[in-house]
Structure formats: structure tokens, C-alpha cells
């Protein structure tokens, strides 16, 4: 016989084996974090991590939103849910705002090299030169000398180079 708890329990399980066999089928499971937030039973957020361009639209960004910013006012420091927060922002349309939670999540883990990747990212997204060197200086003081920052460094110069052109004509 069962309890109603070992129900509720053996029913959330099945949901989350579910949700991680489709990260699996999908070949994204080693590329993501899951979030999920008690909100008396019912998960407030799942989302995929580290994909820019491909956020998980599992209970929509805009609902996401919300939920991060209710984990942000429990944790404000937490770094994965301000490095996710200020990438959803950043697609969102909002890359200023994002650039913000992005830098909370380095102040508070800067070993992390997507938290770097990201706001560096972002800043050349939004054409901010100077920022984004200044960050690619600091992620390599720290230790990310990785190829993917040698990468970053050429669309930094690229972007540089382009807005010279640009202001001399």
C-alpha cells in the first residue's frame, strides 16, 4: 500500500527520469544543469545551460524569468541562476541587464570559463570593446587560456578593427 507522499514521489521521479532519457535522446544531457524549485509540488523551472542560442522552452522564457528572479531573492549570489538569468536577459532583448547578473556570477565563481565565455560574449554582442577585453584580460589573469578565448580575442579585435573602419568614414 501507498502512501500519498510515495505516490507524489514515485510520480515526480518518473517525470524527471522522462525529462533527463529526452536530454539524453536529444545529445544535450552533458551540456545541462537542471533547476527545479519547490513551489508545493509543481517544478517552477527547468532549463538547459551554456546554449546561448537554443534556451530550453520547457515552461517558456518568460515564465523562467520570473522563477529566477524568485531564486535570485533567496540566493542572490547563487552563481549558475545569475549566469542563466543574465544569458535569458540577454535574449530576452535585455543584454545590458544581463551583463549585471553575468558579472555576479563571475564575482562570486570565477573558475567557472562559461561564466567568462558568456559575458565576454555578450559584451561583443552589444559592441562594448572595451569591456570585453578588459574581461577576456581578467578570465586569462584567472587562469582560462583556453582556444575558445583565443577565439574570443580574434572576434574582439574583428569588432575593434570594424569600428575603426566605421568612424573613419
Not at 19 to 27: D, G
Not at 28 to 39: A, G, L
Not at 82 to 109: D, W, Y
Request: aromatic residues 8%.
Amino acid at each position: 500500500s501507498y502512501d500519498h507522499e510515495s505516490i507524489i514521489l514515485k510520480c515526480i521521479s518518473k517525470k524527471i527520469i522522462k525529462f533527463l532519457n529526452n536530454l539524453k535522446k536529444n545529445k544535450v544531457y552533458d551540456n545541462s544543469m537542471i533547476i527545479i524549485k519547490s513551489d508545493h509540488g509543481k517544478p517552477n523551472c527547468i532549463e538547459r545551460t551554456h546554449t546561448k542560442d537554443k534556451l530550453s522552452d520547457f515552461f517558456g522564457q518568460r515564465k523562467c524569468n520570473k522563477y529566477y528572479k524568485d531564486i535570485l531573492k533567496d540566493v542572490p549570489n547563487h552563481p549558475d541562476a545569475n549566469h542563466n538569468f543574465g544569458l535569458l536577459c540577454s535574449k530576452l532583448g535585455e543584454p545590458a541587464m544581463g551583463v549585471q547578473f553575468l558579472r555576479t556570477a563571475i564575482e562570486t565563481n570565477p573558475q567557472v570559463a562559461g561564466y567568462w565565455i558568456s559575458i565576454i560574449d555578450t559584451l561583443i554582442e552589444v559592441k562594448d570593446v572595451e569591456n570585453a577585453k578588459i574581461a577576456l584580460e581578467k578570465a586569462k589573469e584567472v587562469g582560462h587560456n583556453d582556444e575558445v578565448f583565443e577565439k574570443l580575442a580574434a572576434n574582439i579585435e574583428l569588432l575593434r578593427n570594424s569600428k575603426t573602419e566605421s568612424e573613419a568614414v
